[in-house]
């Protein structure tokens, strides 16, 4: 077992959409989040090291990069892709809107189930299985949105398994090891 240096920062990440909603089947949301993740990465607060796109969910395995906290990069990318989406599916006129409807002191919407799951990955073979566990997401029988990992567009597993680094955010584990 490697371990991954205890200054890296390194976390799996996991949000759901609230009660589960599949706010994330349009495309549309899917890059409002991909932009997300570029724009957390060109603005060197985060590499992205593995990810997968769910209807409902997504996972993350990034690197929080110094001086920025693990809470504050998550609270900037939560909030930032409940606001497009809420302002796309305005736009759009979707019946979606009526099901993030919360009407909470601070927000009359909520796209993200509050409590995201996160942990730190402290070495390369929780790293590895996370990554694989990501991967295959898109492949499990209740979603059966591809027939291998690496020909669903909304992950990481092109990078990884083809070396296509389409998205042009992603970094490789190995680099941060």
Same mark, same amino acid.
């Given at each position: 077992m490697v371990s991954i240096r205890k200054t890296s920062n390194v976390y799996f990440f996991t949000v759901t959409n609230l009660n589960w909603i599949k706010l994330l089947e349009d495309d549309e949301h899917k890059n409002i989040v991909i932009s997300s993740l570029?724009? /957390?990465? &060109? &603005?060197? !607060?985060? %590499? +992205? /090291?593995?990810?997968v796109i769910m209807p409902n969910h997504i996972h993350l395995i990034?690197?929080? $990069?110094?001086?920025? %906290? =693990?809470?504050? +990069?998550q609270r900037d990318f939560l909030k930032y892709t409940a606001q497009q989406i809420k302002? &796309?599916?305005?736009?759009?006129?979707?019946? /979606? $809107?009526?099901?993030? +409807?919360? =009407?909470? %002191?601070?927000? !009359? @919407? #909520?796209?993200?189930e509050r409590n995201p799951h996160w942990f730190e990955l402290d070495n390369s073979d929780t790293? *590895? #299985? %996370?990554? &694989? @566990?990501?991967? *295959? =997401?898109? /492949? #499990?029988?209740k979603w059966l949105l591809a027939i291998n990992e690496e020909d669903y567009l909304f992950s990481s597993a092109r990078f990884y398994k083809c070396e296509d680094n389409y998205f042009n955010f992603l970094v490789h584990y190995s680099d941060v090891m």
């Amino acid at each position: 077992m490697v371990s991954i240096r205890k200054t890296s920062n390194v976390y799996f990440f996991t949000v759901t959409n609230l009660n589960w909603i599949k706010l994330l089947e349009d495309d549309e949301h899917k890059n409002i989040v991909i932009s997300s993740l570029k724009f /957390l990465s &060109n &603005n060197k !607060r985060i %590499k +992205v /090291l593995g990810f997968v796109i769910m209807p409902n969910h997504i996972h993350l395995i990034w690197q929080i $990069l110094s001086p920025h %906290k =693990n809470a504050d +990069v998550q609270r900037d990318f939560l909030k930032y892709t409940a606001q497009q989406i809420k302002f &796309n599916l305005i736009k759009k006129d979707s019946k /979606l $809107l009526d099901d993030i +409807v919360v =009407n909470a %002191k601070d927000r !009359r @919407y #909520q796209l993200w189930e509050r409590n995201p799951h996160w942990f730190e990955l402290d070495n390369s073979d929780t790293l *590895r #299985q %996370k990554l &694989n @566990y990501i991967h *295959r =997401n898109p /492949l #499990q029988e209740k979603w059966l949105l591809a027939i291998n990992e690496e020909d669903y567009l909304f992950s990481s597993a092109r990078f990884y398994k083809c070396e296509d680094n389409y998205f042009n955010f992603l970094v490789h584990y190995s680099d941060v090891m």
